[in-house]
């Protein structure tokens, strides 16, 4: 496996909550969309609309928050994944910049300032924290070969 690869797997959780934050916000537009259709059936005229358009509104609704619902249990099924990877490292300060960076998602600065470390110092320390995740995850016992963070 990569670094890229070891990347990527444990960028997998941030990604998915990004995802939910999405569906959460188009729920939230579609429940502006079906009161603000309530609103103007409670002051249509009679015999104005057949109601079709709030139903369609709360059914969407309703969809959506079942698909977020799924998406919240693959995101903490995730989350227990990756947070399992990052708990097999053995150095403190890998764990340490892994949780700031793959969980927590804060930038590289955020990371640098937090652990009172030049940032030079993270990308390296960011590196020999990927090359062990990967072999504690089985994915090769060798080095990982050179390349960009």
């Not at 603000?36 to 959506?64: F, K, M, Q, W």
Request: hydrophobic share 40%; aromatic share 6%.
């Amino acid at each position: 496996m990569t670094i890229d690869e070891t990347k990527a797997y444990l960028q997998r959780y941030r990604e998915a909550g990004r995802q939910a934050a999405r569906l959460e916000q188009e729920i939230a537009r579609w429940k502006a969309q079906s009161q603000r259709l309530t609103a103007s059936y409670g002051t249509a005229p009679p015999g104005g609309g057949n109601g079709r358009s709030i139903e369609a509104a709360v059914t969407h609704v309703d969809e959506l928050t079942r698909e977020l619902s799924a998406q919240v249990e693959a995101l903490l099924a995730l989350r227990r994944e990756v947070e399992t990877a990052i708990s097999a490292v053995e150095d403190a300060r890998h764990r340490e910049l892994l949780r700031c960076r793959y969980i927590d998602g804060q930038t590289w600065e955020q990371i640098a300032e937090a652990m009172a470390y030049d940032i030079r110092w993270i990308y390296k320390l960011h590196r020999s924290a990927l090359q062990e995740v990967g072999v504690k995850l089985g994915h090769g016992n060798s080095p990982f070969p050179g390349g960009i963070l």
